[in-house]
């Protein structure tokens, strides 16, 4: 029998995953541009980041099983 994740791990994992794309986005973007990243282009970033990350950790079994 597989288990998985509970629900709240996977949204924590995600949403640090989310955060940490966004970020470093925002550091190659300030980097090659010199001025901010707008927010919308962030917020698209950090979510298309996370979904694959969502479907990864949905199938991470614990280390206990």
Same mark, same amino acid.
């Given at each position: 029998?597989?288990? &998985?994740? +509970? /629900? $709240? /791990?996977?949204?924590?994992?995600?949403?640090?995953?989310? /955060?940490?794309?966004?970020? /470093? @986005?925002?550091?190659? $973007?300030? $980097?090659?541009?010199?001025f +901010?990243i +707008?927010?919308?282009? *962030?917020?698209?970033?950090?979510? @298309? *980041? *996370?979904l694959?990350? $969502?479907?990864? @950790? &949905?199938?991470?079994?614990?280390?206990?099983s």
């Amino acid at each position: 029998m597989e288990t &998985k994740l +509970p /629900l $709240w /791990l996977r949204l924590i994992i995600t949403i640090i995953a989310m /955060l940490a794309a966004s970020y /470093l @986005v925002g550091l190659l $973007w300030q $980097w090659a541009f010199r001025f +901010p990243i +707008p927010s919308y282009i *962030a917020g698209i970033i950090g979510g @298309v *980041a *996370a979904l694959p990350i $969502w479907e990864f @950790v &949905k199938r991470i079994r614990p280390s206990g099983s």
